[in-house]
């Protein structure tokens, strides 16, 4: 089992930046790939960025390739989402989400992820 918390979200102006925190509870942590997804109200939950259980690989939605940068501390239990020149169009509620699969990449499907956090609000003003 794991759980998952999600911390740093909030509201900022159009061009600002925020960092997402999710810290995860369990042994499994080190061994998930790691997972960020957003959803804005009416819209499906979509996938933002995925990291490798080891950190090596990330991959990214095209709408926040070159602004967003995820990252892992294992030693921490922790995955990061670093979002810069924030738009408008990125307000949503942002979810973690963990692969216990073991895989060696990281899916961008979220049912490919068995574990979601609570979500945390993410809103830019214009």
């Known amino acids: 089992q794991v759980q998952l918390v999600e911390s740093g979200g909030g509201l900022v102006q159009a061009g600002g930046s925020l960092r997402l925190s999710c810290a995860a509870s369990?042994?499994?942590?080190?061994?998930?790939?790691m997972g960020w997804f957003r959803q804005a109200p009416g819209m499906e939950r979509e996938f933002v960025a995925a990291i490798s259980r080891s950190g090596a690989n990330t991959y990214y939605a095209d709408s926040v390739k070159g602004r967003f940068t995820i990252s892992r501390d294992n030693t921490k239990n922790t995955v990061y989402l670093q979002m810069n020149s924030l738009k408008p169009d990125d307000t949503a509620v942002y979810y973690c989400a963990a692969d216990p699969s073991r895989r060696v990449t990281a899916s961008s499907y979220s049912s490919e992820y068995a574990y979601w956090g609570q979500g945390t609000q993410v809103t830019v003003s214009s």
């Open positions: 369990g042994r499994t942590f080190s061994s998930s790939a």
